[in-house]
């Protein structure tokens, strides 16, 4: 990559998205190309209303990785609804962190790139559910219309560099 190290010597992808865009496959396929570590902000997310408390999580991991030393987050428990233990984000040549928020336009000078993915919204929909079946369907209309909420805030589709569209 060209663009200059954002992160003390490293660099960050983000690759964010509505729910059920693709993300996740395109963070995956990033990660193996360049065998970068991949971050899920379904990992910060404070449950199904923790949209804003997972974004600012993302300063516990950044602030420090431009210092060269680890970030860390408190990772959500899905299944027990709370937080669970400490996790340690090492600094690497390249970070992918891949979720609803990622491109937070507050994180824009530790960011290298952004990718916005999108697919039409019954797309996206069935992906979700079929992903997720009866634990998201309650979940999916105040989900989506969060992250419509953050993404019209910050204005991600247009400040990425790389749009996908399914």
Known sequence: MSRPATLGPGRLICVDGPAGSGKTTLATALAEMTRAPVLHMDDLYAGWDGLAAGIAQLETVLLPLVEGAPGSYRRYDWHRGTFAETVLVPPSPLLVIEGVGSGAAAYDGFRTALAWVDAPEELRKQRGLDRDG?????????WAAAEAEHFAANDTAARADVVVSA
């Open 134 to 142: 009866d634990t998201f369907a309650p979940h999916w209309d105040a």
